[in-house]
C-alpha cells in the first residue's frame, strides 16, 4: 500500500510541472494561463508563444510523464506504469501548484502511451497529425486520437490487460471532459482552427 501511495503522489507532483508555465515565463515573461484559452497545455502555448515554446511544452509535458512511468515500474511493475499514467494527467490537468488550472494532458497521456508502447505511440501521432492535418482542428485530432487508441491496441496489437485497457478508457474520457468547451465550438461551427504564431 505505501509503494502505492508513493507512486501515486510523485506521479501527482510531476504532472504538476508545466512546460506551459515554464516557458511562458521563462521567453515571454507571461503567465500563459493569461492568454489565448487560458490553457496551460501544448495547444494553446503553441497558439500564443508560436512553435519553439510549443515544441518545448511538448517536450517536458512527455517527459515528465515518462518519468513518473518509470518510477512507477520500478515500485510496482506494470501497475506503477498505470497508476503514474493516469495521476500524472491529473496533475497535469489540475496541478495544485497552480491553483487546479493546468492543461488537457494530451500530451502526458502521450508520454504514458510511448512508454507503455512506443508502437502504438507512432500509430496514435500518425492518427493526430492526418486528422490535424485534415480538418485544422487540434482538439478534434486529440479527442479522437485517445479515443481510437484503446480499439488500436486491443485488434491491432493484442492487448487484452484488463487494467490496461481501462486505463486507456480513462485517459480517452479525460481528454473528452477536458475538451468540453472545445466539443460544443465544433458543434456550433466556431471551433478555433490551428493558426501559428511564428
Same mark, same amino acid.
Do not use: Q
Given at each position: 500500500?505505501?509503494?502505492?501511495?508513493?507512486?501515486?503522489?510523485?506521479?501527482?507532483?510531476?504532472?504538476?510541472?508545466?512546460?506551459?508555465?515554464?516557458?511562458?515565463?521563462?521567453?515571454?515573461?507571461?503567465?500563459?494561463?493569461?492568454?489565448?484559452?487560458?490553457?496551460?497545455?501544448?495547444?494553446?502555448?503553441?497558439?500564443?508563444?508560436?512553435?519553439?515554446?510549443?515544441?518545448?511544452?511538448?517536450?517536458?509535458?512527455?517527459?515528465?510523464?515518462?518519468?513518473?512511468?518509470?518510477?512507477?515500474?520500478?515500485?510496482?511493475?506494470?501497475?506503477?506504469?498505470?497508476?503514474?499514467?493516469?495521476?500524472?494527467?491529473?496533475?497535469?490537468?489540475?496541478?495544485?501548484?497552480?491553483?487546479?488550472?493546468?492543461?488537457?494532458?494530451?500530451?502526458?497521456?502521450?508520454?504514458?502511451?510511448?512508454?507503455?508502447?512506443?508502437?502504438?505511440?507512432?500509430?496514435?501521432?500518425?492518427?493526430?497529425?492526418?486528422?490535424?492535418?485534415?480538418?485544422?482542428?487540434?482538439?478534434?485530432?486529440?479527442? @479522437?486520437? *485517445?479515443? =481510437?487508441? $484503446?480499439?488500436?491496441?486491443? %485488434? +491491432?496489437?493484442?492487448?487484452? &490487460? !484488463?487494467?490496461? @485497457?481501462? *486505463?486507456? =478508457?480513462? $485517459?480517452?474520457?479525460?481528454? %473528452? +471532459?477536458?475538451?468540453?468547451? &472545445? !466539443?460544443?465550438? @465544433?458543434?456550433?461551427?466556431?471551433?478555433?482552427?490551428?493558426?501559428?504564431?511564428?
Amino acid at each position: 500500500m505505501f509503494k502505492f501511495i508513493i507512486c501515486i503522489a510523485i506521479a501527482y507532483l510531476l504532472g504538476n510541472i508545466s512546460g506551459g508555465m515554464i516557458f511562458g515565463k521563462l521567453l515571454f515573461n507571461k503567465d500563459i494561463r493569461d492568454y489565448g484559452s487560458k490553457n496551460a497545455g501544448t495547444t494553446n502555448a503553441l497558439r500564443v508563444f508560436g512553435i519553439k515554446a510549443g515544441a518545448l511544452t511538448f517536450i517536458v509535458d512527455v517527459l515528465k510523464s515518462l518519468l513518473a512511468c518509470f518510477i512507477g515500474m520500478k515500485l510496482l511493475g506494470l501497475s506503477g506504469i498505470l497508476l503514474a499514467g493516469i495521476f500524472v494527467v491529473i496533475g497535469h490537468n489540475w496541478p495544485m501548484f497552480l491553483n487546479f488550472k493546468g492543461g488537457k494532458g494530451i500530451a502526458s497521456s502521450f508520454g504514458f502511451i510511448m512508454f507503455l508502447d512506443y508502437k502504438i505511440a507512432i500509430v496514435a501521432i500518425i492518427i493526430f497529425i492526418i486528422i490535424v492535418i485534415l480538418t485544422k482542428y487540434i482538439s478534434l485530432g486529440s479527442m @479522437l486520437t *485517445t479515443t =481510437l487508441v $484503446l480499439p488500436i491496441s486491443y %485488434i +491491432f496489437f493484442g492487448y487484452r &490487460n !484488463i487494467y490496461v @485497457l481501462l *486505463t486507456f =478508457l480513462f $485517459l480517452a474520457s479525460l481528454s %473528452i +471532459f477536458r475538451h468540453n468547451s &472545445n !466539443i460544443i465550438r @465544433l458543434i456550433n461551427g466556431n471551433e478555433n482552427k490551428i493558426k501559428i504564431k511564428k
